[in-house]
């Protein structure tokens, strides 16, 4: 059993930051990758920031410049910084984590989403 769980969502003005949070736990043998994605209402879900074990790190277009994301050693841990936000960045975020299980098979878990509200 493996979970994914975020937090650190909420309501915050145009302009402010936000930080989330990503764990991991359960039955992990090694975490290849996390990453962010975030889903608004009528829309499909985009990826915003991805991280690999190794280090490589990649955003989308329209956060580069703002969000940062980043990890511990062995990345049970992520975060994601949010900082200039825009009322377009309003949505559910969700984390999703590639990860090998002690079988040394490999799946995507995906956490409950965390919303992200950003109005005046």
């Known amino acids: 059993q493996v979970q994914v769980v975020e937090s650190g969502g909420g309501l915050v003005q145009p302009g402010g930051s936000l930080r989330l949070s990503c764990a991991a736990s359960?039955?992990?043998?090694?975490?290849?990758?996390m990453a962010w994605y975030r889903q608004a209402p009528g829309k499909q879900r985009e990826l915003v920031a991805h991280?690999?074990?190794?280090?490589?790190?990649n955003y989308a277009d329209s956060v580069k410049g703002r969000f940062t994301v980043s990890g511990d050693n062995a990345m049970n841990t992520v975060y994601l910084q949010m900082n200039s936000l825009k009322p377009e960045d309003t949505a559910v975020y969700y984390c999703?984590?590639?990860?090998?299980?002690?079988?040394?098979?490999?799946?995507?878990?995906w956490g409950q989403g965390t919303q992200v509200t950003v109005s005046s």
């Open positions: 359960g039955s992990i043998f090694i975490i290849h990758a």
């Open positions: 991280i690999t074990r190794g280090g490589l790190i």
């Open positions: 999703k984590g590639t990860i090998v299980v002690p079988s040394t098979e490999v799946y995507d878990y």
